[in-house]
């Protein structure tokens, strides 16, 4: 296990490899992402065929994978470990489930760091969390054998670092300069992004499809009036404003050997890490907002489906996994719940006892 590092563990689909490519030139640590590819066989007995990609062969794909991470390791800041993974879907036309909590344990038996956060793939994150001693001044933040000992030290007695997720208020403004606002603001630390929050230039993030995360909202103010000179690696939390809701998706820093599975079942982008939040809350977890660490959504456009045919399949997955949500929540109220994943081999021993069941998601 690597010391004093901290790994960002992400998934995309082929497609996002700009946002990876944003992450890597503002993170000067580790990088874990699963890459995602749906495929279809070929019927001439070839190598399977890219239908979203119709003159691409898959060797034409891997290569350019390979040649993107060569040239991020050589060029930017980070150190990527990537893994590439094909779906196969039945019919070319029509696309698959994308299988969200499959690619996130996919990346996450990758990790070879003692701690971790589980980060969307748009979002980029300030360099070493602002901890005492980083910023564009100089410092090793927490690369410092102190306070890495400290935050080790605390995740491994169950505490989950809260990170607030900002974003710059665009209102309409053109696409690449937001993207470049918030690369810049991460890159500038805490410092400036007070002055930006105060400002009205830079708000809370809220996933589209996740509302509650408006929970932020909440304690920003707590967030904000902390500083990483104080030496506090953390904001004490009153009982009436708790950092995270089990019903969002916040991000958050935890020992990897302490990091739970991710229940498979979930795809696409519904309430994929609630259920996940919730099993760390019932295992009393005490979550505790970092005083200097945050992230910076870059805005993107989003993709819509093809067809009204398409879109009401996507609407019926969602309300599937709003009702598993449900289910799921009974039983971990309960005691009895176990995520279902895939036993792959390559999971870290530790985490295999108790961890769930087999579920073959068709990633190969």
Known sequence: VEGNSISLVTHLSVDRLESLEQQCLVWPDKIVAAIYVPMTANISGGLPLLPSYSSTTLDDMIRGIGSFHVYMEKTAACSLDLVFLGQFINKPDVPGAYPTNALRNKALSLVTTELNMQVNV?????????????????????????????????????????????????????????????????????????????????????????????????????????????????????????????????????????????????????????????????????????????????????????SRYLQRRKEFRMEVMQFLNSTLREDISKGKYKPMTRDCGTFPKVALADRGDALDLGVE
């Open 122 to 306: 748009d979002v980029v994150f300030n360099p070493y969390l602002d901890a005492p001693g980083a910023g564009p001044h100089g410092g090793s933040g927490y690369k410092d054998p102190e306070v890495y000992s400290e935050l080790v030290i605390a995740a491994k007695k169950n505490t989950a670092f809260v990170m607030p997720v900002l974003e710059v208020a665009s209102q309409g403004q053109d696409l690449g300069i937001v993207r470049s606002v918030s690369r810049s603001q991460a890159l500038a630390g805490k410092h400036s992004a007070k002055d930006f929050i105060s400002k009205g230039m830079l708000v809370p993030y809220v996933a589209p499809e996740d509302a509650e995360q408006r929970v932020w909202s909440v304690n920003l103010n707590q967030w904000m009036s902390t500083s990483p000179k104080d030496g506090h690696m953390l904001v004490k939390i009153d009982k009436g404003a708790p950092p995270v809701s089990s019903l969002s998706e916040p991000c958050m820093l935890l020992a990897t050997e302490k990091t739970p599975w991710f229940d498979e079942r979930f795809v696409d982008n519904g309430p994929g890490a609630n259920i996940w939040t919730a099993v760390l809350e019932k295992e009393k977890y005490k979550f505790r907002v970092h005083s200097s660490g945050f992230g910076v959504h870059m805005t993107h456009e989003r993709a819509t489906p093809r």
